[in-house]
């Protein structure tokens, strides 16, 4: 389906031919995203500077969304390293 097309054509469309179109244009689509090998630091900055909530994350290979990240869920990932990184210290005590 070329941009600006009728929707006429639309009830032909397969979900593979929809899947094709979106990994040609996946980058275009979204205003930010992150690479899948890209830290976590590069990640918070993205989601700061940008002013974002939630933010796509994609394999470069497969140009598949393969996370999306959220303030929460790295708030929870820090938090639970951190405290693993108690407990250790409690042990050495």
Known sequence: LASGSSVEGLHCLTIISWREFTHRNIEDSWTAYMNADASLQETCHTLQDKRLHILPVLDRNSNQVVDILTHSRIFRFVYT?????????????
């Open 81 to 93: 390293r951190l405290q693993a990184l108690q407990g250790r210290h409690r042990e050495w005590l």
